[in-house]
């Protein structure tokens, strides 16, 4: 079987939540094999035409997770982004079974593309265990996510594809506690960020389903804290984000189909690099995983881009507005 023979493109957008799980539904390629264990994922449509991060960690901890014994799960990842992906290509995942010891494995994943990597991963897995336990406390005075309006509230009104994508066709209802940087930095510039988050639709009750969806979502806002801090939104002019690497712990079960809140904040900014970790709990206050990110942020300093921003902002202000009393 060759990506050619698998017809594997990109994934209809109708029901968000179904495509999620489509999407980690990745296939074996049979024959294939040689230190590896090779799969194939299918790519999910983006308005820029490049593989939205999360998505390739999410499949890349499926692929691994097909080559460990099914009472051990994934307790940590760390992962490098090496290249943007074409988010209109399939993607090619190579997994190496580096170790399988009495209470732990650890798996090496590679995501190709045309032949080269665009992510490189290690996962480790561990069975049931008992020992010492402590955790975060989850931080008083949150707004409830029902209470907060969602990415389609804020922008659905918008002719765009990336607002109409991030309204309508992400698999994850995302509510911000803070002030959102769609499209403007408003509030204190802190270096912090917190949203809630659940997938749309109701997820099947496979634990490695929810622990990958999760990695899928952990790289939404993560570096929002770091934009924020500077009063950055993501529409500024000739801004550059990208993320660099992502490492992701797993505490305690989660659904991702029941609300989470995501805790945010940025450390330290400096290089064009900035570093930003996060906490998730869900709503009885469970630590149930943590998050650090460093992303490059590259910010053009002319005059000629304030000023095209300044005028963006006010634009888009006035839309909001309008859409407001419409």
């Known amino acids: 079987m060759t990506e050619a023979d698998a017809e594997i493109l990109a994934l209809p957008t109708e029901d968000p939540t179904s495509s999620l799980i489509s999407l980690l539904d990745l296939g074996e390629l049979e024959g294939a094999r040689t230190d590896e264990d090779i799969f194939l994922g299918p790519s999910q449509q983006q308005p820029h035409h490049r593989v939205f991060g999360g998505q390739v960690l999410a499949q890349s901890l499926i692929a691994s997770i097909r080559t460990v014994d099914p009472g051990r799960f994934v307790h940590s990842m760390h992962g490098y982004f090496l290249r943007p992906g074409d988010a209109n290509k399939p993607i090619t995942f190579g997994v190496q079974r580096l170790r399988d010891g009495r209470s732990f494995s650890a798996r090496r994943v590679h995501a190709y593309q045309e032949g080269v990597p665009i992510l490189s991963m290690i996962a480790s897995f561990q069975g049931e265990d008992e020992g010492v336990e402590h955790e975060s406390v989850m931080p008083s005075g949150i707004p409830d996510p029902e209470s907060l309006p969602s990415t389609a509230d804020l922008l659905g009104e918008f002719d765009h594809p990336v607002a109409r994508h991030w309204a309508y066709e992400r698999p994850f209802d995302i509510r911000h506690v803070d002030p959102p940087l769609y499209v403007s930095a408003k509030g204190e510039r802190e270096a912090r960020n917190a949203v809630w988050m659940k997938t749309f639709g109701p997820m099947p009750d496979n634990p490695n389903l929810h622990r990958a969806a999760l990695a899928y979502a952990s790289d939404y806002t993560l570096l929002e804290s770091i934009l924020r801090r500077h009063g950055l939104s993501w529409i500024t002019p000739g801004m550059n984000v990208a993320s660099l690497d992502h490492a992701m712990w797993w505490h305690r079960p989660a659904r991702v189909d029941e609300w989470l809140l995501y805790v945010q904040e940025s450390p330290s900014a400096q290089g064009a690099r900035g570093l930003a970790t996060g ?21 053009p300093t002319d005059l000629k881009n304030k000023v095209v921003g300044a005028f963006q902002s006010k634009v888009m202000e006035h839309q909001i507005r309008k859409a407001g009393r419409d």
């Open 279 to 299: 906490k998730i709990f869900n709503q009885a206050g469970q630590h149930v995983a943590s998050v650090a990110q460093e992303g490059m942020v590259r910010v």
